[in-house]
């Protein structure tokens, strides 16, 4: 078939295609198909696709699988895709994506996530992140993730990043952070907090700090705490 040839199937006959059939499909004609016939794919097809085939599409191809052939995709299918590609896909092609595909994203490809894309992500997909991958996320995105997706965070997530990366996170986010995730804090990253961002602390997280947490606030930090926060210290913090 020529590509001319490809780009004339009916959606219908897409769909109709085995995989075996796709598959012996050469990326070039791949290619060809348009963005309706992408989202034509069902989710067998999807789940049966060879990864050069998907790194063969374009970004509105990308955009245009359907959750379920995005959900259908392995680790190393998400592996052949480029940046541009992981870029294009929706925010509800984001939530399909599995978590083991998540896991196994390079950090290349988590920084290249839109701020709508971090936003998006289920807290299952979050708690699917290594440390390593962590880092990689921008101060922007950062700031994107939602006061839920914050709260849902392990505290291994939360000293896997950067202090510059904790450093950005808004008031609405530090206030979102439990008492658990406080007590669990690095030293390094509670130092890091502006005078803006601390009294946004619940005074449940303060009563949470140990001793060397706050032994670790600056004498710039201190005064900006609430009369109620330096009543929820504890007496071993003091």
């Given at each position: ?227 109620a926060q330096l009543g929820a210290l504890t007496s071993d913090a003091l």
């Amino acid at each position: 078939l020529t590509t001319a040839q490809v780009a004339a199937l009916t959606t219908a006959q897409v769909a109709s295609l085995g995989s075996a059939d796709l598959n012996a499909l050469s990326t070039y004609q791949f290619a060809a198909l348009a963005s309706s016939q992408v989202a034509a794919l069902t989710t067998a097809q999807a789940a049966g696709l060879e990864s050069a085939d998907l790194a063969a599409l374009g970004t509105a191809q990308v955009a245009a699988l359907s959750t379920g052939g995005i959900a259908a995709l392995d680790s190393a299918d998400f592996e052949a895709l480029s940046t541009a590609q992981l870029a294009a896909l929706t925010t509800a092609q984001v939530v399909a994506i599995a978590t083991a595909a998540v896991a196994a994203l390079a950090t290349a490809d988590i920084a290249a996530l839109t701020t709508a894309q971090a936003a998006a992500l289920l807290t299952s997909q979050l708690g699917a992140l290594t440390s390593a991958q962590f880092p990689a996320l921008t101060s922007a995105q950062v700031q994107a993730l939602t006061t839920a997706q914050v709260a849902s965070l392990a505290t291994d997530d939360l000293n896997a990043l950067a202090t510059g990366q904790f450093a950005v996170l808004t008031t609405a986010q530090v206030a979102a952070l439990t008492s658990t995730q406080a007590a669990g804090l690095e030293t390094a990253d509670l130092a890091a907090l502006t005078t803006a961002q601390l009294p946004a602390l619940a005074t449940t997280s303060v009563a949470a700090l140990g001793a060397d947490q706050a032994a670790a606030l600056t004498t710039a930090q201190v005064p900006a705490l609430t009369t109620a926060q330096l009543g929820a210290l504890t007496s071993d913090a003091l």
